[in-house]
Structure formats: C-alpha cells, structure tokens
C-alpha cells in the first residue's frame, strides 16, 4: 500500500496545519470557548473560504469531491490545534446524512450551504436510555395533516445550541428498539415546542439536550424515505468515527510532544528528568500507542467510504476501539509525567487529556466497539 500523500493532499494538509497554527493558539482558544457560541464563528468561516468544509462533498454541491483520507487530513490538525468548531458533526455527520438520505431539492438548496459554512447542522440520534443503540429510538413521529408531529427527548446533541438545523431521528413505526421504522427530520430549533438544555462537555465544547412536545415538521423536513433511516445512520456514524479517529491522533500527538518537551527541562534532583530511565520507558510506551492509533486511523480513513459491508464496520469497530485505547493511556500517562501543572486550566495539556477522554466515549466506547468487533467476526 501506497502511504504516499499526493500532491493535493499535502497541500490541504499545509492549508489546515497554517490556518490551525496561525489563528488558534490556546490564549485565543480561551477566548472561543467562552464566547456566545462557544467556538470561533470567523474561524469557522475562514474553514469555508478556504475549502475545508466542503472536502467531503461532491463538486456538484460545492465540494471538493475527497475522500476519508482527505478529511483525516483536516481533522488530524483540527484536533492538533484543540479547534472547537463543529467540523465532525456538522460536515461529516450531518453532511453525510444528507448526502446519502436527501432528496435531490433538499441536497441542492442545503449541502452548498454547509461545504461553505454558512449553515451548521446538528445531529440527534441519542437518548438517555439508547447508550450507543441508534436504533433505540423512543421519540416519536405521529403523521399529521401536511406533515408530521414530533415528542420525545433527544441527548447529547453536540453544537445543538448554536446549530441552525438539526436533524433529528424518531420513530414513526414498531417499538421503541426494532431497527424498521425509524426516520429523519429537519428540525429547525426555533420551531415551537422545542426546548433546548445547554452545558458545557467534560473538553469545554457545548451540547444540549433537546425537548420535543407536540413540535410540528412539515413533510418536506423528511429526510429520505419514511421509516428507513437505520442503514443511513449506522454508516454515516462510520464515516464520523474515521474522521474522530484522526482529530483523536491529532491530539494525542500534541499531547506526546508536549510531554517530551516537560521531561526535556523539567529539572529534579539537579538534573532533567528525561534522564530518567523510567520516565524514557513511559514515553516510549505514549509512543508506541500513538503509532499504533496512527495506523489505524489510516485503515478507518481508507475504509470510511466504502460500501457498506461486515469488513467496513469490523475495521471501523477495531479502529475505534484501539483509539479509544491509546486515548486514555496517553491521556493518563501526559498527566502523570507532567505532574500537578498536567491538571490545571491554564495549561494546555490538560485540555487535550480531557479532549481524549470525551473521545473515548463518543459514538461509542471500547467496550461497546469490542463487542461490536467480535460479533462481526467471521466464525471458521
């Protein structure tokens, strides 16, 4: 296999990594975070003038027609620089569910928007009792005259305060755990009867949880067919877990060299504590997850956009459980070799460990992608 990057895609690896470095160190991080949206809105604009927001989508639609491995280029410095915006669920996971589920009016009018920045979706799938099941859905969809009513509580909608649509699955069919019967809308947040609760995440972005009583959705909100949304969300949940993959390497490579840096002049005892054999060893060990995550975050980007198949979604399952692995070990080991200053605020290592830490749980911890793994193994 060829791990050679071609010329375009050095190029829009050096046009993320100077945007990155240039208009996100962590004094103005601080800043973004307790803003109004709490991210950069000029940032994410620059995103989309510079064409990394439309990476993803066809060139019919604005886009650059990449693939995975062009998107884990972006999302590795992304996650290098600690960037708030919501690249992951507003490109990848919404992008992608409309991609795949919109009809051709719905791509036309919406997916330019977005490869451009101008619009930022959301996505909410998960409820308080789904823990990682996407098809344990318990809000419901009641067909009503010119479209549909919606009730039910939606969990953990990461960017959902600041997101100008949400798309938002719900039942319209069978119980509340069968895998037909589920559908998409497009949920405007200003609509009536939505309720938003909004908090900080453990990294310090933002989320919501979203109330729906009686909330009316026309029948043009419908996201694809009616009640067959389950396919669509299970996939494009496997091109988002590629993308964290990379942002997840992104971090705990930012992570590794800030604490080789510690144990090159940190003295104790008259001397650096690099020179430590003990504390070599533990690096080594940082190391040696960090390239095993490399890898396989490069399979999961080669993989992303694939047909749908066993092997995709075994590979993707291993890709996450490895990163979810070595994001807590170089979380743990970074705070441990840096001591008191690893866990305060005011550094910047402590906010990749707790960066790394909410990877290892979103979309799915390793427990959940072991088990997920070895039932998609084959059996001789």
């Known amino acids: ?37 709490g991210f950069s809105f000029e940032f994410w604009q620059q995103l989309g003038e510079l064409g990394l927001t439309s990476v993803p989508f066809d060139e019919a639609y604005g886009g650059f027609g990449g693939d995975g491995v062009d998107v884990m280029l972006v999302a590795q410095e992304l996650g290098q620089g600690l960037c708030l915006e919501p690249y992951l669920h507003s490109v990848i996971l919404g992008g992608g569910l409309l991609a795949q589920l919109g009809s051709q009016e719905q791509k036309s009018e919406l997916l330019p928007q977005v490869a451009g920045a101008v619009l930022q979706l959301a996505v909410a799938v998960d409820e308080p009792q789904s823990h990682y099941q996407l098809h344990d859905v318990q809000t419901c969809a009641e067909p009503v005259q010119g479209g549909w009513r919606l009730n039910g509580r939606k969990a953990m909608v990461v ?21 037909t019967g589920i559908s998409l809308f497009l949920l405007d947040p200003k609509s009536p009867g939505v309720n938003l609760r909004q908090y900080p995440t453990m ?60 144990l090159k002049t940190r003295k104790q005892f008259g001397q650096v504590i690099g020179k430590f054999q003990v504390l070599q060893h533990r690096m080594v060990d940082m190391y040696i997850e960090l390239d095993q995550a490399t890898s396989m975050a490069m399979l999961a980007a080669c993989m992303a956009d694939q047909p749908d198949s066993a092997e995709r979604s075994r590979t993707l399952a291993a890709a ?61």
């Not at 050096?14 to 307790?34: C, I, M, P, W």
């Open 203 to 262: 990294d310090g972005r933002r989320a919501c949880d979203l109330f729906l009583e009686n909330v009316f959705v026309s029948s043009a909100t419908l996201v694809g067919k009616d009640g067959e949304a389950l396919g669509a969300l299970r996939y494009q949940q496997g091109r988002a877990i590629a993308a964290q993959c990379a942002e997840a390497v992104g971090s705990m490579k930012a992570t590794c060299e800030l604490t080789l840096d510690y």
């Open 320 to 380: 996450k459980f490895i990163v979810c692995r070595a994001a807590r070990f170089i979380a743990d080991q970074g705070i441990q070799l840096h001591g008191g200053i690893g866990l305060t605020w005011e550094y910047v290592l402590s906010h990749h460990a707790k960066h790394l830490l909410m990877v290892a749980r979103q979309f799915g911890d390793d427990d959940h992608h072991l088990l997920a793994f070895s039932e998609l193994m084959d059996v001789a």
């Open 1 to 37: 296999m060829n791990f050679k990057l071609s010329e375009e895609q050095q190029m829009l690896q050096d046009t993320a990594a100077r945007l990155v470095r240039n208009s996100y160190g962590f004094e103005q991080r601080e800043q973004f975070l307790h803003s109004a949206r």
């Open 159 to 179: 960017g959902g305060q600041s997101a100008d649509l949400i798309l938002v699955s719900a039942r319209v069919a069978g119980d509340s755990r069968d895998e």
